[in-house]
């Protein structure tokens, strides 16, 4: 039966009407899908009687994922049918097709005035002043170090606002409120008051603003409306000029590693990078970074006395000081990240006069507070050193019992797509692949139930499913990827290069409907992908067929997977059986599985990298 619910939110504004089907549970048996840990008690709060809010559990927030319906129960749900109205929305503030695509701009300081602008006719302007914020930018692992950061805050029960990018499957999941996605009432009340008043201002050559620009005034929106003690802010692209940069007084500020990316637009050296980064510093406000090249921290230094900023260097998290607690972001590039959310909250307790309220008796610098070690474990952030099982059963089998023998298939997902994070990403792949068999079950809560009796009588085998954007440079990226893996022992048996379903051009729901024609994709990137690693492997690409028809593609037979892959530095000419250009990423995935099913003995450990957007739609995928 349907039922019917209604509320209120914040900001005085009354919440969206809603339905739910009370016939469907969040947790029926399928066989296909994320097996995740138990959650424990969900309701169970933290209080700090010097603290006007309490947090909520600090047990690992993982939602499930509810079962949208069909078009049909969409058509009477009014509260869906908007969701979808404002996805629709938010596409037509997308510009460019492709981030390669170039588009004329006002000028750099005609961003941010703009920003403020639209603050302005939100009635923000005075308000996001009155946000305790921490400001981080970085290459590499400001997302993961904005994670640890919100996390550590709210286990010390403060309520917490994070803003992040890019999302891997609904938008929702760049606004974060007390470690959950925000929900779709709150975010449908609070986009479309937005989307109203802007739409209302679209006048005398003031536009609708781009999409990140809009998301990153909801965000504030959000946050204002939501009454957060602390917004942890990352930085969308760049620093200096990014529109995030309205933020005039942070608590703190943090850089994370720095590195070679987005080169088309913040210059072609790491000391261009890194002035773009050092943007966000704002006049003797405190900033932390992390270890850097000289290069780069030359220029952080520079900019840190000009302003008066005291800049202080945190090495990495020593796990000797978390008596035993393991950390809730996997791989060992994870303890910078963890050092510097670690120094980050602590000064932001102190500026905002919360430390002594916490920690009345002292603690010492080196100390590692017991909040900050339940926040670092329960850290979670999905598409980054991710381990996800497949539950794959007989589709014969109508119970769903698995009683039919199959194989194992196990995702490792890190939307990496530097040089510098893919040789982070082979590290923690090799590691995890390596024999490290607890990290399976403590990456991101999910594991296969009964894994490890199992693995005895398994042949694993390492593949790759890999895109990455033309505008990258996979010369780069896949010789990294491979060196590296291959130092610590790990080879891959096959390579997959598959297209993207999601499309930089629209934003879509986690609900939406997989697009059905995936066969018609243009797939000459990803044949330009697997000449690339075929020169990789075998030192050349004369075996693979040129004037293949790439409306012709079809999956490998099941038994492709069989044959291992020949070493790097083969003879020339050896035939090519180490890559495959797949049609479709839904038809992929289906292989894989069907692969697993017809040998029992088959554990198949796919490694998803090169992009956020092929983890996300990988994930996409997984969930349904």
């Not at 890194?274 to 704002?282: D, L, R, S, T, V």
């Not at 950390?327 to 980050?344: E, I, M, P």
């Not at 890190?414 to 082979?426: K, L, T």
Request: aromatic share 8%.
């Amino acid at each position: 039966m349907l039922v019917y619910g209604k509320g209120f939110l914040k900001c005085e504004a009354p919440g969206v009407p809603f339905l739910y089907d009370k016939r469907k549970s969040f947790f029926t048996k399928t066989k296909r899908g994320f097996h995740s840990l138990p959650l424990g008690t969900v309701d169970r709060v933290y209080f700090n009687k010097n603290l006007r809010y309490s947090s909520n559990s600090i047990e690992v927030v993982e939602k499930a994922a509810s079962d949208m319906g069909s078009k049909e129960d969409k058509a009477d749900n009014p509260a869906l049918s908007s969701y979808d109205d404002a996805m629709e929305a938010l596409s037509t503030l997308i510009s460019r097709r492709n981030r390669g695509d170039r588009t004329p701009t006002r000028g750099n300081r005609d961003k941010l005035e703009q920003v403020i602008t639209y603050l302005k006719i939100l009635g923000l302007e005075d308000k996001i002043k009155e946000l305790k914020v921490i400001h981080v930018a970085g290459t590499k692992g400001k997302g993961s170090t904005c994670v640890f950061s919100e996390a550590i805050l709210r286990s010390c029960g403060f309520r917490t606002g994070m803003f992040t990018s890019p999302h891997l499957i609904d938008v929702r999941e760049r606004f974060r409120i007390d470690g959950l996605d925000i929900s779709e009432e709150k975010f449908l009340q609070y986009f479309w008051e937005c989307w109203k008043l802007l739409k209302e201002k679209a006048v005398d050559g003031l536009t609708m603003p781009p999409l990140f620009q809009f998301l990153t005034v909801l965000a504030f929106k959000i946050f204002v409306c939501e009454k957060v003690d602390v917004a942890v802010i990352e930085v969308g692209l760049g620093g200096k000029l990014d529109s995030t940069n309205v933020i005039q007084k942070p608590v703190v500020c943090g850089i994370a590693s720095l590195g070679m990316d987005h080169m088309d637009i913040l210059g072609n050296t790491l000391a261009d990078i890194a002035f773009h980064k050092a943007g966000i510093f704002k006049p003797q406000i405190p900033a932390f970074t992390v270890p850097q090249l000289s290069e780069a921290m030359e220029v952080l230094q520079k900019t840190a006395n000009n302003l008066e900023v005291p800049l202080e260097v945190v090495p990495p998290l020593d796990l000797k000081k978390l008596d035993g607690v393991a950390l809730g972001l996997s791989g060992d590039h994870q303890l910078v990240n963890a050092g510097l959310a670690v120094s980050l909250s602590r000064c932001w307790l102190q500026r905002t006069g919360n430390w002594e309220k916490m920690f009345p008796n002292g603690s010492k610098e080196t100390e590692i507070p017991v909040a900050f070690c339940r926040g670092l474990a329960t850290a979670r952030l999905h598409g980054r050193a991710q381990v996800v099982h497949d539950v794959v059963s007989d589709p014969q089998d109508s119970s769903g019992s698995m009683e039919t023998p199959c194989g194992d298939l196990i995702f490792y997902l890190d939307g990496a797509h530097s040089p510098e994070s893919m040789e982070a990403c082979g590290r923690w792949f090799s590691s995890a692949v390596g024999g490290n068999k607890s990290l399976s079950t403590a990456v991101n809560g999910y594991r296969r139930h009964g894994e490890y009796g199992r693995d005895f009588n398994r042949v694993s085998k390492q593949i790759l499913l890999f895109n990455c954007m033309e505008v990258r440079d996979p010369q780069v990226l896949l010789p990294k990827l491979v060196t590296t893996c291959a130092s610590s022992g790990t080879h891959f048996s096959k390579a997959l290069f598959v297209p993207s379903m999601s499309t930089y051009n629209k934003v879509i729901s986690g609900a939406s409907a997989i697009p059905s024609d995936t066969r018609r994709k243009d797939l000459t990137w990803q044949f330009r992908l697997q000449r690339l690693w075929e020169k990789s492997i075998q030192g050349t690409d004369d075996a693979l067929d040129h004037t293949l028809k790439l409306d012709g593609i079809t999956v490998p037979p099941h038994d492709f997977l069989c044959g291992d892959a020949p070493q790097c530095g083969g003879a020339a000419g050896t035939q090519v059986t180490s890559s495959a250009v797949m049609p479709s990423l839904p038809l992929t995935i289906n292989w894989l599985r069907d692969c697993v099913r017809r040998n029992p003995s088959l554990k198949l450990e796919v490694l998803v990298t090169g992009s956020l957007h092929l983890v996300g739609d990988v994930l996409r995928l997984l969930k349904r």
